[in-house]
């Protein structure tokens, strides 16, 4: 059977989910954990580490150790959230070819969709390595806040790690499925979603016949665990400088080991009163003598810190429900998604907004993969046992005269949609119009994420305003956009589906493709052989080790010596497969192992 | 509808019947009759109704599948449905529409039974207008679906940039028939009201929901029903020689012979054989509980047959083979939610019929230990995982871990130092073995 995987890509953690005979469940890495740190890095040998281990080094490496990607898929190199990171990055970013962002590495530099593919192929190796067979295709989760060159670029990345992407859905809506899954519930409930970079905060509805129905969603790009991080970063180099008049944050070595301690202390503070920050030699002072930092923060202090953005949460979501027209007691359940729902004051924060306490059945760093994994299986297998009504997060128009944004499909419309709206030409004899394709909430067009562009010419000569030109915007099931324009009076039409502008061309994309397999098929057959080799040779061990008692059992008879010669053969092809580094040779011959181990058993137990 | 496109959809006639039935609905009828509501449905009714229809002609039911012509259609009547719940469902816009086509909006409203989908549609409708052109059929409720009003009314100027004056923005929601502004464009004007019109036919065919997927160990579960419903039926010279005026029994069951020989009461051997047919007939079916529960009954009368027993005992570990996904599933949930006592009692009973599988065994030490109440059973399943998967790291981690719960270090330690051989760079590991230093 096909499996389809559900991949929760966060900024911090990923997560992956597979439904198995109906059951969702997450999948563990191979050392045992549940979440693999978003995290890639390039070793001074040119190795690449993925997850645990790449975070492992990432203080030593810190150059190139690439985290939070995910801020940076399907941006544009001179967007504001790229300037922003470009501050606090300790990896280099440069300009790629078509105005995205590229990271430098030690051997080339890669363009955003391919750090996020070496993470999405571990999670696929993950996969792999627990279903025993090939994994194609993927769903995927995103903020709900992610615009359309996000998305794309998210899904390019997903090609590029050799995965069909059949949905992208977003982060709060799947872990809405997971938490409403087989349970038949009929509610509306809310979706708070804090994790390492970003929030974001979604109203849906449930029916107990398996429908879900996206109500509204909102969010901000800009807040989540390293805001509260960098809270405590500046309390303890504020307080370093007051006592030994040194600045931490002109050392890079120091400011990165501040950021470690900081979300330690953080999340110490989740299940203790206070904690102890404390970082030897963490500096030299101006008399080159070595300085060390050592403060305790309690709960409290850190919650006096970060009251603020909590907050900022708070208000966003009182806005969210507003805009939704939703009073705050019809909101039946609250999910709480995300490392930093476990952070008390937060928690406290919106059980006292919701008047309840948050649901407790969810499992924070594990529901946004299984909403995943079940919307993949959803939609795969026949049955049409869920339905998922999803809305698209962001309005879209078309810039028009002036340079503002004309809405054709607001903000949380339930797709699929298309609407139609009729413009004009705006000049004199103006025989062809622009169609700027923008997505976002600003009303001045250039504040707004440009999604696509196309002309239609060919109008006839008239007056301003005397040409009518109908343009239809349709996004469909998949979330794909597609906008035409078409001339009423020639009937001439124009379109475009806005799909290819996640910042690199088909071409490249190609070329990633067919390198990110040859990575791929490289490392599995290293994998497989590794853990055949293994098998193997601990099953030679274990024949060995019979020998000596089969022999007595059987060494006086003349069938018995044939027997225990011809596993000595097996013994040595078997260890001949090794020394080839054959795995299919390796294969058979673990075979034959087992068959030889097991007869040996037998012939024992039964004396 | 385009009949050349029958053939190249891969939908069932039923499917078929029922995506074009809808797509007439679309063509004449009110808003209430698109979701087959009463007019005086309420809101949750509103919502159920789209609800279901969503589940049947979103385009996700058909994921997949190539639908040829059908795939627009059914983007239209999707779209169709959900501006008209948008509509139906939102107090002002509500009124609006209803005051369109004559209702009073201060009715009251009533909670309602999904109506039958069978069931002919009620009152007379009127006909809901498409966009005209060759514009793909953008579904327009009458009156008030302010995307398509907009559509229709507003002419917006389009770059190269001008100082053409923005014009004002939407007027607010209108009730239908006001007159809009004018524009270079002949809006839509929706009907004043309804029009009676022949009222159409409902999707001819009624939409059965699909029964749940079958588990995929069903073939499995069918062979066991089978070869057992083969052994029981094996016994059938057994229980027939309890009958009467049957010849003596020519093999096996000898103490059930002498048993039923030193019983006189015939009905009560009647009985017993009518039970073990029906235990039979069930197994045959497949009903395994119902087996257990007469099995129960058959013990009960005859306390000491062996071989009914032995029946007994098979019939209820097929019960408990047929509930496994079951109790597994709910075995997870329990763990998920921390009730780890009852997670290891439902663990346990899929591990009693499947000790080769290593996760019932292995999560079954794993909630014993979360559970903390019986660590040498936990120990003990730990060990059959480790057993039945002597590679695995996590099941030595597990091992390790309930022996340092249990206050034996030294073990502990033995159990982290081979999980350590099989995998030293696993972090759980190294966690565990620096606990335990
Ligand atoms: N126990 C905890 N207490 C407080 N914060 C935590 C805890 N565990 C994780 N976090 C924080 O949660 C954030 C990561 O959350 P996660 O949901 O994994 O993020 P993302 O979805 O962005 O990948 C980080 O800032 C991390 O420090
Ligand atoms: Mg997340």
Redesign the pocket.
Known sequence: MEYVIGI?L?????CVAVVQNGVPTVLPNRQGYK?TP?MIAMTETKKRLVGHLAKRQSITNAEYTVYAA?RLIGRKWNSEPIKQVLKSAAYKLVEGPHQDVRIELRDRSYAVPEISAMVLSEMKAIAEEYLGQEVHKAVITVPAYFNDNQRQATKDAGMIAGLEVIRIIN?PTAAALAYGFGRRLDKQVAVY??????FDISVLEMSSDGVFKVISTAGDTFL???D??TRIIDWLVDGFKAEHGVDLRADRMALQRLKDAA?KA??E???QRETEVNLPFIITSGRNEALHLQRVLTRAEFEQLTADLVQRTVDIMDQTLDDAGIGRDEIEDVVL????T??PSIERAVAQFFGREPSKGVH??EV?ALGAAIQGAALVEQGNKMILLDVTPHTLGVMVAGGMMEPLIPQNTTVPTARTRTFTTSRDNQTAVKILVMQGEHERGADNELLGEFILDGLRRAGAGAVEIDVTFEINADGIVSVRAKDLETGRDQSITVAATSGLTKDEIRSMVEEGKRFAVDRKAGEEFEAKRQEVEGLIHEVEKMFGPVEKVVGSSDFGRDALERARGVIDRARQAVSKKDVTLLKEQSDALSRTLRVFKGVVART | MADAGHNAADLTATERADIDGMSMLLEGGTLYELLKVPDDADRRSVRDAYFRLSKQFHPDAFYGRNLGPYRERLDTIFRALTSAYDVLSNKTQRAEYDRSIGLDPSRPLVATAPVAESAPTTAPSAPLRTQSGTQPAVVVPPAVAPSARDASTQSRAIVPPQPAQRAATDPPARPAGATEPTKPLQPLQPPPAARPMQSVAPPSATSVSRPAMPAPTEEQQRAAREALARKLAGNRSLSQSAMPAVQPPVSAGASLQSQFANRTDIAQRQKVDALRASVRELVAKGDFVGASNTMQILRALVPDDKSIEQEALEVQRQLLLQLAPKNTEAAREAERTRHYANAAALWSKVAAVKPEDFEPNFRLGRCLLADGKELARAAEYARKAISIAPRRVDAYVLLAEIFEAAGKPASAKAAAEQAAKLDPTALAVKDLLARLR
Do not use: A
């Open positions: 929760d966060g900024t911090t953690n990923s979440t978003s995910k982060e979603d804090l994790g390492g970079g970003t989540g665990g390293e509260w991080d979300e953080k999340i503070l989740s299940s998604v995300g490392g930093m476990r952070v924070p760093d946004v």
